[in-house]
T-cell receptor, first 115, second 110 residues
């Protein structure tokens, strides 16, 4: 069964550094998402991406964040200058366009630790 | 966006049927009800979705009364591996973001 993959599985970075989290969505999917989950808290929506542009974003997704789909397969989340409070599990998700479904396929996540 | 309310936690034993009820009093006409499961350190996983009445798949059943102000996820004969957090979400519109609440932590013991 096709699945969403994410790299790296764990990233440790120092405060103020830039990080790029990578995701490979399922190949025929057209909607892409990033979510995050701070340890012990709920899953929070960050941004959705469709047709090569952001379709929706939350208040969390400020100017420090950006997303890109640089080629036909990768979907990246960049945090320009990381803060301690950015430490969280970051999940990428994707879904197809051609079904009336709210089934999003989540990746295994990247654990980001900012020190 | 309709707010959902579900129990914080539930306990069960292996082999029992578990029913988790979620209330969504302000659900809109075009909203669907969807349930996700999450194991520790993993991404959420879709379980089931429905609009009204009853939906069943190989994993669970979803019961939605006529007024759609609540829904019940039914897990038949749970096992230890069903220990997880279960989220009830209400979503409307293709491509819409999923807004998660705190979910229900289900603990299954032997």
């Amino acid at each position: 069964e096709p699945e969403v993959t994410q790299t790296p599985s764990h990233q440790v970075t120092q405060m103020g550094q830039e990080v790029i989290l990578r995701c490979v969505p399922i190949s025929n999917h057209l909607y892409f998402y990033w979510y995050r989950q701070i340890l012990g808290q709920k899953v929070e929506f960050l941004v959705s991406f469709y047709n090569n542009e952001i379709s929706e974003k939350s208040e969390i997704f400020d100017d420090q964040f950006s997303v890109e789909r640089p080629d036909g397969s990768n979907f990246t989340l960049k945090i320009r200058s990381t803060k301690l409070e950015d430490s969280a599990m970051y999940f990428c998700a994707s879904r197809p366009r051609d079904r009336i479904t709210y089934e999003q396929y989540f990746g295994p996540g990247t654990r980001l630790t900012v020190t | 966006l309709a707010k959902t309310t579900q129990p914080i936690s539930m306990d069960s034993y292996e082999g029992q049927e578990v029913n988790i009820t979620c209330s969504h009093n302000n659900i809109a006409t075009n909203d669907y009800i969807t349930w996700y499961q999450q194991f520790p350190s993993q991404g959420p996983r879709f379980i089931i979705q429905g609009y009204k009445t009853k939906v069943t798949n190989e994993v669970a059943s979803l019961f939605i009364p006529a007024d759609r102000k609540s829904s019940t996820l039914s897990l038949p004969r749970v096992s230890l591996s069903d220990t997880a957090v279960y989220y009830c979400l209400v979503a409307g519109g293709a491509g819409t973001a999923l807004i998660f609440g705190k979910g229900t932590t289900l603990s299954v013991s032997s």
